[in-house]
């Protein structure tokens, strides 16, 4: 079976958590493609230029703990903005997508540019200031000396270079569902997309 569940949405507004427990609960494959452009971005600040980086990144490049900082998080949002880069992890994404057995995708460009013929397209988000909460409470151990203020002007920086950038700018895509997470928990925000994905079996 190809089955897509795509998912978009700006930093911390539970896409990773909703896109897991999706992936568990139907038997899809998971891909956080936030970990190619962290990987990129890790790669640029040891000096490799970011497209060399791209075009030369492995899978088991995202098998690593040390990609969740915020200083990597930076560094891809700002390698996310390169085309050259955008388009060297691509094919990568689009075929993970159309891979047997169904699949779970989530990033800012899933919906609009990798799989627009997803058979579930979900917009997740949240306000700035619950996923600025959100990401305080679970910091990595480099960033524990960040304040709530610090991690909210880093989630605004972010979204400010991720939505207004000119190549695939996170936007909701024309028909995809929204499911606002602001005021939900996690149970609930999973519910609202396995009932979707449920719906399009
Ligand atoms: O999702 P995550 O926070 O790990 O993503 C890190 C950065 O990578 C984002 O801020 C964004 O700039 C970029 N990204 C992207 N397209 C994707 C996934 C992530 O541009 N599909």
Redesign the pocket.
Known sequence: MIFTVAIDGP?AAGKGTISKAVAARFGFRHL????L??AVGARTMEGVDPVEAARSLQPDDLDDDALRTQDI?QA??RV?VLPDVRAALTEFQRRFARSEGGAVLD????CTVICPEAEVRLYVTASAEVRARRRFEELSPEDQTMTLDDVLQDVLA?DQ??MNRAD?PLVAAPGATIIDTSAMDIEEAVEAAAQRVAEAL
């Open positions: 930093a956080d493609t936030g970990l452009y962290r998080a891809a949002s996310a990033g800012r460009d899933i972010r270079r991720d695939a």
